[in-house]
């Protein structure tokens, strides 16, 4: 069995967990101290390492127990969420189709903003993080099948709601 280590297996996934309390708090600044709290438990939980199948799930468990924790708290003070980084368009679009290109996804980040938090979950871990349904399952503590329909969900919700956006504005 692999020897876990904080500073090679824990920190490296600061990322992930601020993505995924950012997503469910949509506050960045509730999301740096989630990181925070769930770094530090998992460095007092440390002596439990070795029985774990993934030292991942178990800190993105706990990054999203508190998310959901904070909001219930914060009685979910909805703001809008500004992407750290945004998909860089092909160097061969002009600044018109750059500009579209960035509203649009910037429409679709607000429609994820939107979606019920199981749903929201599911895209940020599945899409976003590329983590496999097993995972996604572990980490929410749902079924595989309910991650697939979560997931079926949201991505239907967004489909709808961008078309009409592209047809009608909103």
């Given at each position: 069995?692999?020897?876990?280590?904080?500073?090679?297996?824990?920190?490296?996934?600061?990322?992930k967990l601020f993505r995924l309390a950012l997503r469910i708090?949509?506050?960045?600044?509730?999301?740096?101290?989630?990181?925070?709290?769930?770094?530090?438990?998992?460095?007092?939980?440390?002596?439990?390492?070795?029985?774990?199948?993934?030292?991942?799930?178990?800190?993105?468990?706990?990054?999203?127990n508190l998310s959901l924790d904070?909001?219930?708290?914060?009685?979910?003070?909805?703001?809008?969420?500004?992407?750290?980084?945004?998909?860089?368009?092909?160097?061969?679009?002009?600044?018109?189709?750059?500009?579209?290109?960035?509203d649009k996804l910037d429409i679709v980040k607000r429609m994820i903003d939107e979606l019920p938090e199981k749903q929201r979950s599911c895209i940020q871990l599945r899409d976003i993080e590329g983590k496999?349904?097993?995972?996604?399952?572990?980490?929410?503590?749902?079924t595989e099948e309910q991650v697939k329909i979560n997931i079926f969900r949201a991505r239907q919700t967004i489909k709808q709601r961008f078309q009409q956006f592209d047809k009608y504005g909103l």
């Open positions: 069995m692999k020897e876990i280590s904080f500073r090679n297996d824990v920190l490296p996934l600061k990322d708090t949509l506050n960045r600044e509730e999301a740096k101290d989630i990181v925070q709290d769930t770094l530090i438990k998992v460095w007092n939980s440390r002596n439990k390492w070795q029985q774990l199948d993934s030292i991942e799930a178990y800190s993105l468990t706990i990054a999203r904070r909001i219930k708290k914060m009685e979910n003070q909805n703001g809008s969420l500004e992407d750290e980084k945004t998909e860089r368009p092909d160097a061969t679009s002009n600044p018109s189709e750059r500009m579209i290109q960035k496999a349904y097993k995972d996604i399952a572990l980490i929410l503590g749902i």
